[in-house]
């Protein structure tokens, strides 16, 4: 009669929805545990005790034990519908409806509805004012994250990165995505005020699971395996559309009238190079993890591995990790504990590029006579070494490109509440984190080259990151009758060191030897001094937040920092900077009692100053660049000049953000969302500023102009249908409206024309001629002045834009010049993503998708950077349809026109697309198991299967329907041509690894 | 605390560095190291040759070479103009020679090493006042000081200033600081200054003078800050030049024109300046020894006049016709890497270089023979080439005859397929090409600027890669024509001592270099020893008067392809004179019939356009930016 038993239990929420970190306590003898993520706990109690269940926004239940097995127990939400989680903030947490600054959330779960590789990929299109683009479609890339946009110059956007309250510094990719409990986005200065100088591009807060005191010990396995299929590929033109364009570009024609043929070319052949470089990939993701409570502790392990293998041959990425936690309480007064994870990850196969397969003639045949394949194919006017899914995998062991990451980010803290104060806390963190890389490559002889003995080529890199941070907290948290303070006092130091150095030698003598002894080169060894790298920088802070409410109804938070950086210029290297934000609660006023149909209803309104240090070390100092140089074949030197002037007056870049938000809940509590409205102004942005020819010197990074960011951000989510018949459909949907421009530039010039910034206009924006068609026939290139206009064009070629003036007669006073050039805003109207989860009994079926209106996309596939698009026949060409005299409707010009370079003049604005794109990036439908009984009994508290599909559709997109190729961009401006074309910040797409199609089938265990 | 703020650089040098011995030292290496930025930068070569009577453009010529040709496609202007590629790379180092003479003395460095930033200032200074006209002498700290101030702006100093502030007395005082011998291989001496010096007389001389009336800018009265007139520098030249004649030191006259260029025989005592290169080091050569992409410090000048040869085939069976490529892409001096972006007009073949047997310079500038090397790609045995003849490794191929033929030559290609559109000859195996049947697309190859490696093996080598020669800049026998000009324009000449004695006469003085090329010692297209010594005939075939356009034309014959000829036609006003016409045949194989084509050669044109980078660099009103460029391209 009075045994304990243990008692089984599940809490969940009037829809259904398990509530994690619910409190279950045992009144008889104050002893407790809390509901795991799956809203279940288990908890000792006797006969006749009473159980009191209780979660925030939640009304307290108490159930009094009677025997009961598998207690079911649904907590409903308060009167008012108070919203319910609780947010990470800056060293703290707070209940969402005190929130006062702009904060977005995700719980790891939602997250994870997209199965992906890290952290960026799985918050594409998930929070209002995070904008994700993808920089690489290569395996293990990370995406470029952007938070309300973009507002440095040169200076770094990324936001800033808190692992489970640390300064995070390295690769958001060592994160691994299944131990993460949820992430909080703050966007606006008075929630990043708190990190100061590091906050000024947003900060991305990661807690990841910890066990909750006296939980049992809890094993979780996530494991999925997928198959990748090429999306689409490369529109490149088949072996008859070759020979039709080289026939009408009229470059390489015989004698008799024909086309020119190299020496492997036929007019016979038609070979799909693409078809023989591909294969499938796969992607596969293990993980499990154990977590559980001890008495007055808890903590977490886990192990995980992540296997990305592309469809280019040799390319693929591999991730092992490991975490652990543990919280413990010392006595009464003392709490310590740990977080450490780390990680080992390995990048191959970035040595095989995809230009050869793209660019090489369809007209030629990689095989012999006997089927072997050949070394080398001649066209009319280039070689290249021909190379296959084939070739490449036999050539393992002599040509190849890995990179090695070891990382490890620890952090420890100590935590006192001084007797006495009730309320009073004193904390200390101690980060420490080491960053390892080992990078290698090695192109045995002859191999990727068409002299066969051409030497073999080996490099060899290493660096150390290492970082430590140390942070001093006081807390002062108490509550008085309707009044609740918190206050919080900082002062921090943190270092960040980098070393690296690189290697590279000429002539290997043997290939097993690949890059492992760079010593035994027979021909050189080099060490380029510009490739030997080492920084320090170093920031001490302080900082002071200060955090009241009044009868939950007013709220008002202020902070000050200040920041001292090692890259500033003594006497700069200080800033101090406030932020204030205040939140009123509608709800709980009376007159609001009546509005029943308002569940929850809250202002916010903020302001405050961030400001940015983000520029390397020594910037303030200029520097010295060198150029090497034989005196005959025996003597070597190295010459100096100076690229970068010093600047003694480098300071701080800094932010203004005023930020007004809207939080609501109606309908029931069945639709909530967020309207916000924000102004970022950025003065003094830190930037290379380039200087013309005759100064002698490059540039000098100088504190220079201004720019400005506004926008609305939406965000809603409801429930459409409520547990009919056993359906629940929920969708979310969120929408971003981001207005940037540069307000100012250098001592009130308008323009930059050298590095693309202009005054009113925003950062990404394209300066190149205007296309306004083709010079379609013989008439309109007649009036429309073809000859004065562009000398030496003809008609059927590339018709831009032209802005000087005209003669009494009409005729233009000039031709087309660099006057003519136009400002295009690459920047889209909007962004945003949706989510729709419908369940019915154990199944449920995802759809996440990301959409963009306007904005350009460039795809220098179709521009003069890839010489993809060459219009002469030369190599192969992307298939456009290109003007003849008897296709005067074109989108493309005649092909062998007049020539700018290698490419057709004005090549470049064949490269703009319209960037709108609607994308379902994933579908999933799972099947849980744990519904049915049988496993229930045993134990098993999550046993789900699941089938994803990711990129299935691509909808809306301009760019799609005349390629076929994902409207996503795969790389930054300079990469992936073969002449790089755009400043680095523009991203654009180029000829990097295809986007895939994937399909993955999943478990997710839970006992 | 402090001491996580303070900032110690340990992986990079700080513009101080430059106030050491060794940063300075470093400053004076880096003067020679930016050569390689102007010399061998193909698109920069070829604004100094297409639109010249030495070459128009090519078959697979991009803007870069239309525009430069005057010819209708398209105009040459802030943004086509390829002259950008020195200005940058100028002022940068003369940026870093105004830190090395401001900082050079304080630091221990001898005047003597110091004058060679001297030199290089001047050097450079000289370099931009004849392509853009008057450039600026201030960077930004005043004139020809060290910059230490990031300005966005920048005013142009006129001609006379920059002569007579800087190059003058820069080439002065390296003339005076210099020694006489290389303190490294390759370094300047005082005779590479006196040739500058010579030349920049020389060139102010004709600038004051304006015989033809081109325009200058900023603008600036053609008279002399420093009281002297046209005839003076004129007379300066000629004395400078024939003293460094007189005093050769370490350099000298090779014993034949292939000598010179041939290279195995690279960095000779004719050569007075190259920018160098080496295959020892790629680290040093500062460009890939397997494959170059085309930008600088790439030498890859000696790409754009190489016709894709490699297409030349010939027949592995003689009762069909089976394609193999017999002449295949190699790095050797007659072949190379083919860009075909420019070629050599008709007239070079039937005027400049009328006379190719006595003279051996036709022989040794033009590859005009292509030897079958198919042995070298690993294809054994023999092959068929014209009138189903078999022609073994080794063996003439197709050749570009020095003068029409008494037979006709049959192009028709209806029997023996020439795939370049090459023609037969009764009783030859090599297919032909007539010199009046050299096109766009098929022409003899620039020989001269050809790579040449000492590592092919047995093999093709890396044709794909630059040249690691050096890139040849002044040559010892330049003095002569510098001293003889200047006496065509009126210097009093007086008779010359020494090894090259001669009566001092501009006659007297391009005898020396017209005998030296009646010799011969190699038969280069005959790939063949071959000594003989036409000097006599040569001389005598020398006219009485020396005109300034027979000048220009033995420049052609001595300097054809090297980048020398645009800077001659300005510096001589005689641009529009010489190259307002070309004729060549067609852009396509079995083109053979001449077409002549018209240049228009405005005044304006002798000035190049102001680059358009400087222009948006500079942050300035539309106003002034339209003022600092030059007249026509405004």
């Known amino acids: 009669q009075d045994v304990s038993a243990v008692l089984h239990g599940h809490v969940t929420d009037s829809t259904g929805k398990p509530i994690g970190s619910a409190s279950v306590l045992n009144e008889k003898t104050g002893k407790g545990t809390f509901t795991d993520p799956s809203g279940d706990f288990s908890v000792n109690v006797k006969n006749g005790q009473v159980l009191q269940f209780s979660y925030v926004g939640y009304q307290t239940k108490k159930v009094m034990y009677s025997g009961q097995t598998n207690l ?21 947490t707070q209940r969402k409806e005190a929130v006062t600054g702009s904060v977005a959330s995700i719980s790891g779960d939602k997250m994870r509805e997209v199965p992906s590789a890290n952290v960026s990929e799985a918050l594409q299109g998930r929070l209002p004012g995070v904008s994700i683009s993808q920089t690489s479609s290569q395996p293990g890339a990370t995406m470029q994250i952007r938070i309300r946009g973009t507002r440095s110059l040169t200076a770094n956007n990324d936001p800033f990165i808190v692992l489970d309250g640390i300064p995070f510094p390295g690769s958001i990719g060592d994160i691994d995505v299944n131990n993460i409990k949820s992430i909080d ?17 947003g900060v991305i807060l990661i807690t990841t699971y910890k066990g909750v005191p006296g939980q049992e010990p809890k094993v979780s396995i996530n494991s999925y395996y997928g198959v990748k299929k090429v999306l689409a590929q490369f529109p490149m033109m088949n072996g008859p559309q070759l020979a039709a364009l080289r026939l009408a570009a009229g470059k390489f024609i015989s004698q008799n009238g024909t086309i020119t043929l190299g020496a492997d070319e036929s007019d016979s052949t038609n070979t799909n190079w693409q078809n023989l470089l591909y294969r499938d990939g796969l992607v596969t993701n293990e993980d499990v993890s154990v977590s559980a409570g001890t008495k007055n502790g808890s903590y977490n392990f886990g192990a995980s591995y992540y296997k990305d293998q592309a469809v280019i041959p040799t390319q693929n990425y591999q ?30 196969g970035s040595q095989v590029g995809l230009y050869g397969a793209l660019s090489n003639s369809p007209l030629a045949s990689p095989y012999n006579a006997d089927g072997s394949i050949k070394y080398f194919i001649t066209t009319t006017q280039d070689q290249s070494w021909v190379y296959t899914k084939k070739v490449v995998d036999s050539l393992k062991n002599q040509w190849l490109s890995e990179n090695k990451g070891y990382a490890s980010y620890n952090s420890a803290f100590g935590e006192i509440k001084i007797p006495g104060v009730e309320g009073l806390k004193y904390r200390v963190n101690v980060g420490l984190n080491i960053n390892i890389g080992n990078s290698g490559s ?11 003995t051409a030497p073999s080529t080996a490099s060899i890199g290493n660096s150390v990151g290492t970082d430590w941070t140390i942070e001093n907290l006081l807390t002062y948290d108490r509550s008085f009758k309707k009044s609740r303070l918190n206050v919080v006092g900082l002062y921090s130091s943190e270092q960040n060191r980098y070393h690296s150095t690189y290697i590279s030698g000429i002539g290997i003598p043997q290939d097993a030897l690949q890059y492992y002894n760079i010593g035994t080169a027979s021909q050189e060894i080099d060490v380029l001094p510009a490739n030997q790298n080492y920084w320090q920088r170093g920031l ?43 939140g009123w609660n509608l709800t709980n006023e009376s007159f609001m009692k009546s509005l029943t149909f308002i569940n929850f209803l809250k202002l916010r309104a903020g302001f405050g100053q961030t400001s940015n240090q983000a520029v390397s070390p020594y910037s303030t100092l200029g520097l010295l660049s060198s150029n090497p140089y034989n005196f005959g074949d025996a003597t070597y030197a190295n010459g100096y000049y100076v690229s970068t002037l010093p600047n003694p007056n480098l300071g701080w870049e800094y932010s203004k953000t005023w930020n007004y938000g809207l939080d609501f809940t109606i309908l029931n509590s069945r639709l909530n969302g967020t309207v916000e409205y924000y102004l970022t102004k950025t003065n003094g942005l830190l930037q290379s500023v380039g200087l013309p020819g005759t100064s002698g010197v490059g540039s000098y990074v100088a504190n220079v102009g201004n720019t400005q960011n506004k926008g ?16 629940t459909w929920d969708a979310g949907v969120n929408l971003s409206f981001n207005r940037n421009k540069i307000t100012a530039l250098a001592s009130g010039v308008t323009s930059d024309q050298g590095d693309g910034w202009f005054v009113g206009y925003p950062i990404n924006s394209i300066y190149d001629y205007q296309k306004i068609g083709l010079w379609k026939n013989a008439a309109d290139s007649a009036s429309g002045y073809l000859n004065t206009l562009q000398p030496g064009g003809n008609v059927g070629e590339i018709r831009v834009k032209y802005t000087g003036g005209f003669n009494a007669d009409g005729t233009p006073v000039r031709a087309i010049n660099s006057d003519d050039r136009q400002i295009m805003n690459a920047d889209p109207n909007f962004t945003g993503g949706f989510n729709t989860r419908i369940t019915y009994k154990g199944f449920d079926f995802t759809a996440v998708g990301i959409f963009q209106n306007g904005g350009i996309l460039i795809s220098t596939l179709y521009g003069g950077g890839s010489y993809l698009n060459l219009l002469t026949g030369r190599r192969n060409n992307v298939n456009v349809d290109y003007w003849t005299p008897t296709n005067t409707n074109a989108k493309y010009p005649k092909p062998g026109g007049q020539m700018s370079g290698d490419n057709p003049e004005y090549a470049s604005t064949m490269s703009y697309f319209n960037g709108s794109f609607l994308k379902i990036s994933t579908m999933t439908l799972g099947y849980d198991f744990a519904k049915d009984k049988w496993l229930k009994k045993a134990t098993i508290s999550q046993l789900r299967l699941y089938f994803t599909v990711q990129n299935p559709f691509v909808l809306f997109s301009p760019y799609y329907k005349e390629t076929g190729l994902d409207p996503e961009t795969n790389s930054y401006g300079d990469q992936n041509q073969a002449v790089s074309s755009y400043q680095h910040r523009m991203l654009t797409q180029g000829f990097n690894t295809p986007t895939t199609r994937n399909y993955l089938l999943g478990i997710n265990l839970t006992f | 605390c402090s001491k996580v703020l303070k900032e110690q650089p340990r992986s990079i040098y700080t513009p101080a560095f430059f106030q050491t011995k060794t940063g300075v030292l470093g400053g004076l290496t880096e003067m020679y190291s930016h050569l390689r930025y102007i010399y061998g930068q193909a698109y920069y070569y070829n604004t100094c040759e297409t639109g010249t009577d030495e070459a128009t453009y090519g078959q697979s010529a991009d803007g870069n070479f239309k525009v430069m040709d005057m010819t209708g496609q398209g105009v040459i202007d802030a943004t086509t103009s390829r002259s950008d590629a020195i200005w940058n790379t100028c002022f940068t180092n003369i940026n870093t020679a105004n830190g090395v003479i401001q900082y050079g003395t304080s630091a221990g460095v001898d005047s003597s090493l110091t004058s060679e930033a001297n030199f290089f200032r001047a050097f450079d200074y000289f370099l931009l006042v004849q392509t853009f006209g008057g450039v600026p002498l201030d960077l930004g700290s005043g004139d020809l000081q060290f910059n230490i101030n990031p300005v966005a702006s920048s ?25 006489m011998s290389a303190r490294l291989t390759g370094t300047i001496t005082k005779p590479v200054a006196q040739l500058y010096l010579a030349k920049a007389y020389l060139t102010y001389a004709w600038w004051l003078k304006n015989p033809n009336n081109i325009p200058t800018y900023p603008a600036a009265e053609r008279t002399d800050p420093d009281g002297h007139n046209a005839q003076w520098y004129f007379q300066q030249a000629y004395a400078i030049s024939t003293n460094a004649i007189e005093n050769p030191g370490i350099y000298g006259l090779q014993p034949t024109f292939y000598d010179v260029n041939n290279g195995a025989n690279d960095r000779n005592n004719e050569i007075m300046l190259y920018a160098d290169h080496t295959q020892t080091s790629q680290q040093y050569n500062g460009s890939s020894l397997t494959y170059g992409s085309g930008g600088a410090p790439d030498n890859f000048a000696g790409w754009m006049l190489t016709w894709n040869y490699p297409n030349i085939q010939s027949s592995s069976s003689n009762s069909s016709w089976k394609a193999v490529n017999s002449v295949q892409r190699a790095s050797l001096q007659p072949l190379g890497r083919p860009w075909v972006r420019m070629a050599p007009p008709i007239g070079v073949f039937t005027n400049t270089f009328a006379d190719k047997t006595n003279d051996s310079r036709y022989d040794g500038t033009f590859t005009t023979v292509y030897h079958g090397n198919w042995n070298l790609a690993g294809i054994s045995g023999s092959l068929y080439n014209a009138n189903n003849m078999q022609v073994s490794p080794g063996a003439p191929i197709l050749t570009f005859l020095d003068s029409e033929p008494s037979t006709a030559i049959d192009y028709s290609n209806s029997v023996y397929k020439s795939n370049v559109g090459a023609g037969v000859l009764p009783g030859r195996s090599d297919f032909v090409i007539d010199p009046n049947g050299i096109s766009r697309i098929v022409y003899p190859g620039l020989w001269k600027l050809g790579p040449y490696r000492t590592d092919n093996g047995s093999g093709l080598g890396n044709p794909n890669a630059a040249s690691t020669r050096p890139f040849n800049i002044d040559k010892f026998s330049e003095l002569f024509f510098v001293a003889a000009e200047a006496a065509i324009e009126g210097a009093s000449t007086t008779s010359v001592t020494g090894t090259y004695a001669n009566d001092g006469t501009a006659r007297g003085l391009i005898n020396i270099i017209r005998a030296r090329a009646g010799k011969w010692d190699y038969d280069n297209n005959g790939d063949s020893a071959k000594i003989a010594d036409n000097s006599a005939a040569m001389i005598a075939a020398t006219p009485a008067t020396i005109t300034i356009d027979y000048l220009l034309a033995e420049r052609s014959r001595e300097y054809y392809g090297e980048g020398y000829r645009w800077f001659d036609l300005v510096r001589t006003q005689e641009w529009a004179n010489l190259a307002s016409s070309y004729s060549i045949c067609g852009n396509n194989y079995g083109d053979h019939t001449p077409q002549t084509i018209t240049r228009t050669i405005p005044a304006y044109l002798y000035l190049r356009p102001i680059p358009q980078g400087q222009l948006d660099a500079m942050q300035v009103s539309e106003a002034i930016k339209t003022a600092y460029q030059n007249p026509g391209y405004q």
């Open chain 2, 155 to 179: 005013v142009r100093n006129t001609v006379p200033e920059v002569y007579t502030k800087c190059i003058f007395p820069d080439l002065i005082r390296a003339v005076n600081n210099l020694p």
């Open chain 1, 442 to 452: 090695f192109t045995g002889e002859g191999v990727n080259s068409t002299n066969p």
């Open chain 1, 319 to 348: 991730r092992f990790s490991l975490h652990g936690s543990v919280d413990q309480g010392i006595g009464k007064y003392v709490r310590v504990g740990f977080t450490t994870n780390s990680n080992y990850n390995i990048t191959e």
């Open chain 1, 72 to 92: 079911s127990v649904v907590l409903t939400q308060n009167g008012n519908g108070k919203l319910n989680d609780v947010i990470v903030i800056g060293y703290g």
């Open chain 1, 540 to 582: 001490l802070s302080w900082m002071g937040r200060a955090m009241y409410s009044y009868d939950d109804r007013y709220f008002i938070s202020a902070t000050v920092r200040s920041d001292g950086a090692s890259v500033l210029a003594p006497g700069h290297q200080w800033h101090t900077y406030p932020a204030i934000s205040a």
């Open chain 1, 185 to 201: 986005v703050l966007k606006d200065a008075s929630a990043t005020a708190i990190y100061g100088s590091r906050g000024a591009n």
């Open chain 1, 712 to 727: 609305i951000e939406l965000s809603l989510n409801g429930t459409i249908i409520q547990n009919l018949n056993g359906w």
